[in-house]
């Protein structure tokens, strides 16, 4: 079945980028019926979408994170990128990557990265 | 953009029902029939409960059930088991493929 799997440094400066990938298993992200998404949440609270992007490399960000956010797709490594630049310390969180359908529908998802801005 | 309302916690005993809402406004929820819901065990990614409004996954218990009125997402959980305590999060489209989370509600079984 389709499995997704986060990776990336699990530490990050203050002021720098925030750089993670996901990698899909027993499936394609060339699908012409899914979005690749990325999806976070703060230690303790709830859960907030970041940005998705189709496998054609259009892509779609929460309107508050967009001025920091880009999200790419590597069809042929069946891979999705998220780099999240000017990071503080309210961007900890466990990172999730996940697939969407065009409704916005979050399934599956990966098991979660923790990262934490730190100096 | 603003985030879906939800109560910060709910309870019941085993065997009874508990219902979460959700509130949005007609730019989301009021505006699509693309309503999901997720469940959270600590340390756990969600899953995938409910989705479409109230439409379950394969494998998904038919104790779990949804519903919408206007601008209100509804969870419901009947016959409620101590496996059922965990965070649920409901989500809705909200147009231009952008999607947006309620803030969660804590489920304790008693």
């Known amino acids: 079945q389709l499995q997704l799997q986060e990776s990336g440094p699990g530490l990050v400066k203050p002021s720098e980028t925030l750089s993670l990938t996901c990698t899909v298993s027993g499936g394609s992200i060339s699908s012409s019926s899914y979005y690749w998404g990325w999806i976070r949440q703060p230690p303790g609270k709830g859960l907030e979408w970041i940005g998705s992007v189709y496998y054609s490399g259009t892509t779609f960000y929460k309107p508050s994170l967009k001025s920091r956010v880009t999200i790419s797709a590597d069809p042929s490594k069946d891979q999705f990128s998220l780099k999240l630049n000017s990071v503080t310390a309210a961007d900890t969180a466990v990172f999730y990557c996940?697939?969407?359908?065009?409704?916005?529908?979050?399934?599956?998802w990966g098991q979660g990265t923790l990262v934490t801005v730190s100096s | 953009q603003s985030a879906l309302t939800q109560p910060p916690s709910a309870s019941g005993s085993p065997g009874q029902s508990v219902t979460i809402s959700c509130t949005g406004t007609s730019s989301d929820i009021g505006g699509y029939n693309y309503v999901s819901w997720y469940q959270q065990h600590p340390g756990k990614a969600p899953k995938l409960l409910i989705y479409?409004?109230?439409e379950r996954p394969s494998g998904v218990p038919n104790r779990f059930s949804g519903s919408k009125s206007g601008n209100t997402a509804s969870l419901t959980v009947s016959g409620l088991q101590a496996g059922d305590e965990a965070d649920y999060y409901c989500?809705?489209?909200?147009?231009?493929?952008?999607?947006?989370f309620g803030g969660g509600t804590k489920l304790t079984v008693l």
């Open positions: 479409e409004v109230n």
């Open positions: 989500s809705s489209y909200a147009g231009s493929n952008n999607v947006v």
């Open positions: 996940a697939r969407l359908t065009f409704g916005g529908v979050i399934d599956p």
